[in-house]
């Protein structure tokens, strides 16, 4: 049994959980599955902002709703309840992400975040679930400062890529 990576503490709304970063060989099996989900919805985005000649603006909120529209648009047509069922249970594997919970001591105890416990705490808020998910996603696959072997230019430029600006940078240049 794998005892290693860091544990991560997430609070949304009123509910704390924690997160322990994926093993390796797990970390890459969900990024396989992840990644057939998430690249088409990258595909919307630049595909937006391409039609756009990349004079859009990402501190500005119209071009920004433009952008996410083509994305969740082109996720629309890729993903269904199946496969975004998939990838929460991926994410939000029970292994590796556990809730707060009081107990009936009164007493407030990490437990494993099981189907039982997904019912408990999101029941009503769907939207807070895929918000959990995306920070399990963060902790595992969006620290670059974990690419030790990397060098020092690939990890900032890798950095960068995290950034709204990027995405408009790139069209710019790639005009050139």
Do not use: C, H
């Amino acid at each position: 049994m794998w005892t290693g990576g860091k544990f991560t503490e997430v609070k949304i709304g009123d509910d704390v959980f924690t997160v322990r970063q994926f093993p390796p060989f797990y970390a890459i099996r969900v990024l396989g599955e992840l990644q057939k989900i998430i690249t088409p919805a990258l595909g919307g985005v630049l595909k937006g902002i391409s039609e756009n000649n990349g004079d859009m603006d990402t501190e500005n909120l119209g071009d920004m709703l433009q952008i996410i529209s083509n994305g969740l648009e082109k996720l629309a047509y890729t993903i269904d309840g199946d496969k975004l069922e998939l990838a929460l249970k991926l994410l939000l594997d029970e292994k590796y992400v556990a809730v707060k919970i009081e107990k009936t001591n009164g007493k407030k105890d990490f437990i494993r975040l099981d189907e039982g416990a997904i019912n408990e705490v999101f029941e009503g808020r769907i939207i807070d679930m895929i918000v959990l998910a995306i920070k399990v996603f963060k902790v595992n696959y969006l620290d670059f400062s974990q690419l030790s072997s990397v060098p020092i230019g690939v990890q900032k430029t890798l950095a960068e890529i995290k950034l709204p600006s990027f995405l408009a940078q790139q069209v710019n240049t790639s005009e050139m």
